[in-house]
Structure formats: C-alpha cells, structure tokens
C-alpha cells in the first residue's frame, strides 16, 4: 500500500509538446526512503521479479485510462527480461505495449543475461519500444547499446548537469547524439534542472527533455512548463 508511481512529463525540444512519461516508483514507507532502497530490499528478498509486476502493473492504471497521454516511459531491471510476465500477452502492460517504452538502466549489466536480443526481439513483436537509460553513467551502457539496440537513448543526469559550461561534455553529447540519429534513434536528455542546460541540450541536438526544470515527478499529471 506504500508503493505508488509519480509520472513525469518527457517534452518535445521541436514544439514543446508532452510526448509521455516516464513512471518512477516511490514509497512512503519510512525504512525505504527512496527507490534504490526499495529495489535492494527486494533483491536481499529475492523478490525482484514480483517487484517488477507490481510496478508494471500500477503504472498502466493512469496512462491507460487516458490515450491522449502519449507514450509511457518505464524502467525495468535486466532481470526482467527473464520473466515471462513481461512478454505475456495477458499482462496489463502487454495491453498497451504500442505506447510503451521498456527502459533498461545501463547501471546494471547485461552480460549475465543469456538470449538478449531474442528476447528483446519478442517484445518488440508485441509493440515494445526500448530504451537505453543513463547513457554515460559508466561503461555498461554500451554494452547495452551494442546488445539492445534500442529505439531511444537518454542521456544521463551526469552529462546534463553544467553542460551549458563545459564544452568538453558539449562535444561529447553531441557526437553521441550524432551517432543516434544516424542509427535512427530518439536521443532523450534527463535531469535538466536549469535554462541554460535545456538550451545546451536542444543546441547539441537531442529530441525529447526531462528533468526538474521542465516539471518534477508527481501523481497523475504533472504539467510541464518550458
């Protein structure tokens, strides 16, 4: 009863329309103060995969019963592409696969995980769309790129922060975001909590933006305001 999901806005750098959201679980248990937490005690449990139900499942509730909310951003565990719920075609989240996209963290790793990329393939036949998320976090990140071949990438907090005044990461975004388009894939810049990091990001040339500036993560929906 103490897990719910707050919804933050994703925005077009183009129009400044909202795309979707992404979905980020909170709890307001007072001894899992933070997501992270919540994801430890549930792997110290062995209870992962039962986590990442229960999530799936409560984040489809809101977006579901409204069409014009774009599309849906969630995060999954790797190991959650193990688990045949995810891929099931009786599952809430299934229902909707056409508007949503599977973010895989590239904190954790893929290497592990046997049949990737078939695995992705059949969600991808069920309407999936993937995401790489936090893109220079630290290596694991392409690797998952390489593995996943994803439809969109976002760039983590990491690089966003004080891009404005760093044209190392400027170059370094860029040429990544170059990459991107060149494979076809949507570049998404998160945790922009400034102006001056949003106009950096729109000028290196990502597509879709996030983070604090735009809007913060909060019942359904929050408004986002440029």
Not at 40 to 68: C, S
Not at 80 to 96: F, V
Not at 152 to 170: C, E, N, T, W, Y
């Amino acid at each position: 009863a103490s897990l719910w999901m707050a919804y933050q806005p994703i925005v077009s750098a183009a129009d400044r329309s909202v795309v979707g959201y992404e979905t980020l679980m909170r709890s307001d248990a007072a001894g899992l103060p933070h997501p992270g937490a919540v994801l430890d005690a549930a792997e110290r449990l062995a209870r992962l995969p039962e986590l990442g139900r229960l999530i799936r499942q409560r984040a489809v509730g809101p977006m579901a019963a409204d069409d014009t909310r774009g599309l849906l951003f969630i995060n999954i565990h790797p190991r959650d592409l193990r688990d045949e719920d995810l891929a099931s075609p009786d599952a809430p989240l299934t229902q909707m696969a056409h508007r949503t996209v599977l973010e895989v963290t590239e904190r954790a790793s893929l290497e592990n995980l046997s049949n990737v990329r078939q695995r992705v393939e059949k969600l991808r036949r069920l309407g999936f769309r993937i995401a790489v998320d936090d893109l220079g976090a630290g290596y694991a990140g392409l690797t998952s790129f390489a593995s996943l071949q994803p439809d969109f990438v976002k760039f983590d907090m990491s690089l966003i922060r004080g891009v404005d005044r760093d044209p190392v990461r400027q170059k370094l975004m860029r040429s990544m975001n170059d990459l991107c388009v060149e494979m076809g894939i949507q570049t998404v810049a998160e945790g922009i909590e400034t102006a001056a990091e949003r106009d950096a990001v729109i000028d290196v040339g990502c597509h879709l933006l996030q983070g604090y500036r735009l809007a913060k993560p909060g019942r359904p929906f929050p408004d986002a305001a440029w």
